[in-house]
């Protein structure tokens, strides 16, 4: 036997070699002393562990592409791994897997592939235990298997140096479980899929993130047409419910896919009425047989991986009704500091459980979402439930409060009373700010209105429509305008509110009024005016007149117009209202206007602008010039309608009031109409169009028949 000794000085490791082993690797152990491993032969194993690739696999081409581009890189500019990110369910594993398939053949030494199970509670492998599985797939065993991390990492980077091996590291949850598994020789590759975005590797490591998110409506039901075909291609509309129930998340549409697959008589409008009880879903989309393809449990993984505050922030977010949720009023809810709260959801965003929806927004996926509330209904109290949106909604209604006052400050309003929050109002300097803020919370806040209700926060379901109101007036989203102010009635009606009520009825009937549904609008509006009497509040029976009388007009009653706005007007001098005043001899001018009484409008329209500019109302100011137009225009003095909407149409930009802008743009276009250029009126009126269309006013089909005319 030939025995090979090593150069070593003193101090130095002996290692005696014996025989002739060609193949020999060296790896230090934790003393610091070397083990050497023959392994028998003169060639390694060639290991061949990619899970099988799915039969049915739709979109992510650009995934595949980006992967194809990574592997196409030098090895000395690449990407030592690349990490595929996302939700639990989204499928992950399913890209890595079937774009390894696609690739095998050029690594020729091999392909390994680790399930980590980072999230499983109990099943998770730490790093050591996962080069065990590696290690022993290339022929290390027994006494040969170190025991020391540095020492598996060591054997693992020597067995791997220099050879083409595609590592397929499955469901990460930590830097640390990857770190030894990096074979850190460049002719290997290394891709991780993980529901965490595994910052510590990116900056460390220089891996490379590929965030992975749920597919498309269309590519949702081209994968349940895969496996399900003529029955979900015959039944088109319960197709698109069903992948919009399953939130598009690949493994949701496959248990579904699969629901229907193994019940032949089960159709797919049957499965999307049990998946339409919302509180139900998750029951519905359960396998009962493999925890991987249930999808409750394999969102419960990343849940029970948070620490305590990061999953109370997870469960309460999914009480609130909202599509999303600010970090401010995410930190109200849960009742902590605004900069906790950005940490906090800064986790679940790390963890894949929470979406970012724009600059300090965010949002859940909708089967997540209903997972939060389950968490939240099973782990917190009844009264943490109603103290949470009881906070919110406070913060909700002093803050749209405080914007009304911003954005209508010389409107007159009833007096509402609503507890100071837990935490400030937004910053609102100027109207624009409050508007901003109003339409990015214009959804949550019709949410709010009517989870109040149902949970008989009846007060807050009020007070926040009528704060709405200012936001209402200028955007004029009108369908919300009808739906949240109906509910805050009902919850006026209930607190026995006579003023709130009169208040609702007034701005319920403008909504009506806008939609053109002119004689619902005057039964509100008569209802209002007897609330406004029976309560004694002269400026609202005042406001309620003026706009019965603005219905008159539109109805063609003009005769009773005039009377029924002067009678307003009265009321409005009475209680030195100027605002009110010029709201009124608006109206008048328009009354007078339809009469054909020209000269009776100008000195009031001219007296209403004096007001608006007075009060440095500049909506207002450039709805009278709108008005001034209209009837110069009438009056033939062409130019003067011209320069009246001109000076209009450039206001109601800067103010962004879409339609002052949308009324100018008709305007221009029935002047230029007029005067016979019929080219640049076109353009106007399909400018006032695309504002029109944007508002949802009816005023839209007016003008699509005009600028086809």
């Known amino acids: 036997m030939l025995t090979r000794k090593a150069n070593v000085g003193k101090g130095d490791t002996h290692n005696e070699l014996p025989g002739s082993a060609t193949n020999v690797v060296q790896a230090r152990d934790i003393t610091g002393g070397l083990h050497i491993h023959h392994i028998a032969g003169s060639e390694l194993p060639v290991p061949r562990q990619l899970p099988p690739d799915v039969r049915h696999f739709v979109d992510r081409e650009k995934h595949i592409a980006r992967l194809h581009v990574w592997l196409d890189t030098p090895h000395d500019r690449a990407a030592p791994a690349e990490v595929i990110a996302g939700t639990g369910g989204v499928g992950k594993t399913t890209l890595a897997a079937h774009w390894a398939h696609q690739v095998r053949e050029r690594f020729p030494d091999g392909d390994l592939y680790l399930d980590l199970r980072g ?55 930590t830097a640390e479980q990857i770190r030894p598994l990096l074979p850190g020789s460049p002719t290997c590759r290394v891709v991780v899929t993980s529901r965490s975005h595994l910052t510590g590797l990116m900056i460390k490591e220089g891996a490379h993130r590929m965030p992975l998110d749920i597919l498309s409506p269309e590519r949702a039901i081209e994968l349940l047409e895969q496996v399900v075909g003529d029955r979900v291609r015959d039944d088109p509309t319960s197709t698109a419910k069903l992948a ?37 879903r998750l029951n519905a989309l359960d396998t009962g047989d493999d925890e991987f393809t249930n999808v409750r449990a394999v969102f419960s993984w990343s849940y029970h991986s948070l620490q305590p505050d990061a999953a109370r922030m997870f469960r309460l977010l999914g009480l609130v009704s909202g599509p999303d949720i600010s970090s401010a009023a995410a930190a109200v809810l849960a009742g902590v500091t605004a900069l906790k709260a950005r940490r906090l959801l800064d986790k679940l965003v790390g963890a894949h459980l929470l979406q970012v929806n724009g600059p300090y927004r965010f949002r859940f996926h909708d089967l997540l979402r209903v997972y939060a509330a ?35 400050p010389h409107f007159s309003r009833i007096p509402i009373s609503i507890p100071e929050p837990i935490a400030p109002a937004p ?44 936001f209402c007036l200028v955007r004029r989203p009108l369908a919300d305008w009808v739906t949240t102010h109906q509910v805050g009635l009902a919850s006026a009606r209930h607190d026995d509110d006579r003023l709130a009520e009169a208040w609702l009825q007034n701005s319920i009937a403008l909504a009506h009024r806008e939609l053109r549904q002119y004689e619902t609008a005057l039964k509100y509006f008569q209802l209002a005016l007897a609330g406004w009497r029976e309560t004694g509040v002269r400026w609202g029976e005042a406001w309620a007149l003026r706009d019965i009388g603005g219905v008159y007009n539109l109805l063609g009653r003009n005769a009773e117009a005039v009377a029924t706005l002067h009678e307003s007007l009265t009321i409005h001098l009475e209680e030195s209202d100027a605002w009110g005043e010029a709201t009124a001899l608006n109206l008048l001018a328009r009354a007078h206007h339809s009469l054909g009484e020209f000269d009776q409008a100008l000195p009031k329209l ?24 209209l009837v110069h225009d009438s009056l033939g003095q062409f130019d003067q309608a ?14 962004e009031y879409w339609h002052g802008e949308a009324i100018a743009h008709e305007r221009l276009g029935a002047v230029l109409d007029h005067t016979g250029h019929a080219e640049a009126a076109t353009e106007h009126w399909r400018a006032a169009l695309t504002l029109y269309n944007k508002l949802g006013d009816p005023q839209a089909e007016v003008i699509r028949i005009r600028s086809r005319g």
Not at 147 to 158: E, I, P, Q, W
Not at 606 to 624: F, M, S
Request: proline share 2%; charged share 25%.
């Open 427 to 470: 910053a609102f300097p100027d109207r624009l700010t409050a508007l901003h803020w109003c339409g990015s919370e214009q959804a949550n806040l019709v949410a709010a209105i009517r989870q109040a209700a149902e949970m008989g926060e009846h007060t807050l379901a009020w007070q926040m429509p009528v704060a709405l109101f200012a």
């Open 642 to 655: 011209i320069a009246y909407a001109e000076e209009a149409l450039a206001i109601h930009r800067t103010v």
């Open 606 to 629: 001219h007296r209403a602008l004096e007001i608006r500019r007075d009060h440095g109302d500049q909506r207002n100011v450039g709805n009278t010039l709108n008005d001034l137009s």
């Open 119 to 173: 999230y499983h509670v109990e099943r998770s492998l730490s790093a050591s235990e996962g080069l065990d599985h590696v290690l022993r797939a290339l022929g290390v065993a027994g006494e040969r298997l170190p025991v020391a991390l540095d020492a598996k990492a060591a054997l693992y980077r020597s067995m791997l140096h220099g050879r083409r091996i595609l590592v397929v590291l499955d469901n990460a949850a």
């Open 374 to 408: 389950q968490c939240a209904e099973y782990e917190e109290s009844e009264t943490d439930h109603q103290a949470a949106l009881h906070r919110l909604f406070t913060w909700y209604a002093y803050s749209s409060e405080a914007a009304a006052q911003v954005i209508t």
């Open 244 to 280: 919009g129930y399953c939130d598009h998340l690949p493994l949701a549409l496959r248990v579904a896919a699969e629901r229907l697959v193994a019940s032949p008589h089960l159709t797919v409008a049957d499965l999307v009425e049990e998946l339409a009880e919302e509180r139900e």
